[in-house]
């Protein structure tokens, strides 16, 4: 037997030549020492180009602008390591740890309790009860769907817009819809909508594009001519379709899904952002500064740029989408009467 | 140890040896040092009561994957329907643990075992079934069922056993009762010890009792076993009815023990790694214990591993990919060992496929 190791042997000395190198350079690693702001991400990665990574680029800014602190991430695998992965940051000493999504809402609560000493914010966590210690980053989706909707009822030819949706079991989603279906009828009273939400439970109503795209499929049979996707996978299966369709229009949600789906540059005129990186970063500052107020607190919403479409929106059509904005900063506008 | 035992070691050892070496490589290309990454990777996993009962936690159901696959495999049966079975092992163990009050933890606990574990019977028979009276291959049918399963689960968490209190918007069971839960002894989930003893019951059956000789008779050499007077089809369809209670009772344990409930979507992929364990173990029951700590012990290590060294957690399913090359691959470790031909035994897969 012993013949046969020594032939292995000979194999791992090889190997080890290799990384022998490596393993003199560093040692430690880790984040320890210093200001340290902690991210987790719900079960996707930092560069998802979307939730996650508008997160993290928060994160990374709202350290950039604090001396000596850093910033570290870690994805998380599957959901069942939550609360684990939160643990890892507080044991090294972080002092503001930021939990990206819903899902994480629970294990994020838990352990703003047990640890009063550390500041947390729950990106997209709505807060029943505040803590002092733990701020839920939320978004006035209604006036991010009341811009794009007013922007689709001055574009639309046919006069009927629709509108892919995810659940209705989750608010945002809600207030997407409303806000667009009533953005379109401020800027064109004479508009009809047709919006359709996914049937099924949480676990399927992202994740649908097949069923994103028949629905979509269905309002341009009925003569819709600009469509909204707000959903996940789903909302993008409804983009891509459209973007098959000549003569049609999309909008993108959350971020600017110019460059999450490129397949949707035929179609994608603008998207109804969340700016949840400016959301983060600003809350870090306010964190270190020891203003930040436990509870909730309501981030900035957008419209994504036109790019290709620029030509497409007029000069009236912006004046007027100004004017909603205005509209909205100030109240004058109720994106949900 | 005896000359054979180290003969049938040899080649998953080899496999996780060069599956590290080659993932330290890869540490070494994405510029972090392995020796961190593989010490912090070790102290997730084992460095104190908190990651030894995260390890542990995390090879329970890849005990019961592994036994469900190299059960079946013993009998020529290629099971891929663990995830399905593990399902609706989950969600019926769930109900019963939430969904019934007042009993004592010595009957409740059991009932809901029993519930996930008959539930888990029921999904592996039918394929087991179908496949001894119409031929239909248990490959095929198993993994419609684990459609069906997740959609059935799906729906179950959903609507009739969905947890409506407070404004819980997601797919999941309530609570269960304290009665139905696992209860943990220090850094020892009782789930898990759970596990090693039905893996030893595995390997008794299998190696000591007459239907454990039947099944491998009927995996060895259908029409051998047929001629000598063994019903083949009862035997391939208990055996697959066997591999989804085992199955079952990781989902069961997932519920009871873990997550404390139901949820759709946490369990997703859990019963497919069954099938890397039951390779790496060589379709051996007491094999499956050590694989299944190995496996454990990297993703409970994996995230500090992440976080201290900066590696991406995805180079753990790369190593585990690799080693499961080298296991399913032995001429390169063999030829590496220098061992002769047939000095370690070959693993017959491919019992199930074409010959049915």
Not at chain 1, 29 to 42: F, H, N
Not at chain 2, 41 to 60: H, M, N, P, V, Y
Request: proline share 4%.
């Amino acid at each position: 037997m012993a013949s046969k190791w020594r032939h292995l042997l000979a194999v791992l000395a090889i190997f080890g030549l290799f990384t022998a190198a490596a393993c003199s350079s560093d040692d430690g690693g880790g984040v320890s020492g210093g200001y340290t702001i902690g991210l987790v991400t719900d079960t996707g990665k930092v560069d998802d180009k979307s939730f996650n990574q508008s997160a993290w680029e928060g994160a990374q800014n709202g350290a950039g602008n604090i001396l000596g602190a850093t910033a570290s991430y870690i994805e998380t695998e599957e959901s069942k390591d939550y609360a684990n992965n939160i643990q890892l940051f507080l044991d090294d000493g972080a002092k503001i740890i930021v939990t990206v999504g819903f899902g994480l809402g629970g294990a994020t609560i838990e352990a703003a309790q047990a640890n009063p000493d550390v500041l947390f914010i729950g990106v997209d966590q709505w807060q029943n009860e505040a803590l002092p210690n733990l701020v839920g980053l939320m978004f006035p989706e209604a006036n991010a769907g009341f811009m794009a909707g007013a922007l689709a009822g001055m574009l639309t030819e046919t006069n009927i817009v629709g509108a892919v949706l995810g659940t209705d079991l989750v608010p945002p989603v809600v207030f997407f819809k409303e806000g667009w279906e009533n953005g379109a009828r401020y800027t064109n009273p004479e508009v009809q909508t047709i919006s359709t939400y996914h049937p099924g439970g949480l676990d399927v109503a992202f994740g649908d594009p097949e069923w994103g795209a028949t629905t979509a499929r269905q309002a341009l049979d009925q003569g819709a001519d600009i469509i909204f996707g707000a959903g996940g996978a789903t909302g993008n299966g409804a983009l891509i379709e459209v973007a098959g369709e000549a003569g049609a229009l999309c909008v993108g949600v959350d971020q600017d899904q110019w460059f999450t789906v490129p397949e949707a540059h035929p179609c994608l005129v603008t998207s109804a952002m969340k700016l949840i990186n400016i959301g983060v970063a600003h809350l870090i500052a306010e964190a270190y500064a020891g203003t930040m107020e436990g509870g909730n607190y309501f981030g900035e919403v957008g419209l994504a740029p036109f790019h290709d479409f620029d030509g497409v929106v007029t000069s009236e059509m912006r004046s007027t989408l100004e004017e909603v904005m205005a509209g909205l900063a100030d109240g004058s506008i109720n994106p949900m009467p | 140890m005896s000359r054979s035992t180290l003969r049938s070691v040899a080649v998953p050892l080899a496999a996780v040896i060069l599956g590290l070496l080659i993932g330290a490589l890869l540490i070494v290309s994405q510029g972090a040092s392995p020796v961190t990454a593989y010490s912090s990777l070790i102290q997730g996993g084992l460095g104190d009561g908190d990651a030894l009962l995260r390890t542990l936690q995390k090879a329970t159901p890849l005990i019961f994957g592994g036994l469900a696959v190299a059960f079946a495999f013993k009998a020529g049966l290629f099971n891929i329907g663990g995830q399905g079975q593990l399902l609706v092992g989950a969600v019926f163990a769930a109900a019963v643990g939430f969904g019934v009050d007042g009993l004592p933890t010595f009957i409740h606990l059991p009932a809901a075992l029993i519930a996930g574990a008959l539930a888990g019977a029921i999904w592996g028979g039918i394929a087991g079934a179908l496949k001894a009276t119409t031929g239909a291959h248990e490959v095929i049918v198993t993994i419609m069922l684990n459609f069906v399963a997740g959609n059935l689960t799906d729906w179950l968490s959903a609507n009739p056993w969905k947890d409506n209190s407070g404004n819980n918007i997601v797919a999941r069971t309530p609570l269960v009762e304290d009665s139905a839960t696992i209860p943990t002894l220090g850094a020892v989930p009782v789930g898990f010890l759970l596990a090693v003893i039905t893996a030893i019951g595995c390997w008794m059956i299998l190696e000591r009792s007459t239907y454990g000789f039947e099944v491998r008779s009927v995996g060895q050499n259908r029409n051998a076993a047929h001629y000598a007077g063994i019903k083949v089809g009862w035997t391939m369809a208990s055996t697959m009815a066997v591999a989804g209670t085992l199955a079952a009772l990781g989902g069961a344990v997932e519920s009871l023990g873990v997550d404390g409930r139901f949820e759709a979507g946490v369990n997703v992929g859990l019963g497919f790694e069954g099938i890397t364990i039951a390779l790496l173990a060589r379709a051996n029951p007491l094999g499956v214990i050590p694989a299944a700590l190995l496996v454990g012990l990297m993703e409970a290590g994996a995230s500090r591993m992440q976080f201290k060294a900066g590696v991406a957690p995805e180079l753990i399913d790369v190593i585990q990919a690799l080693i499961l090359f080298f296991v399913a691959a032995p001429m390169i470790v063999r030829w590496l060992l220098r061992m002769r031909q047939g000095d370690s035994e070959q693993l017959r897969l491919g019992a199930g496929w074409g010959n049915s």
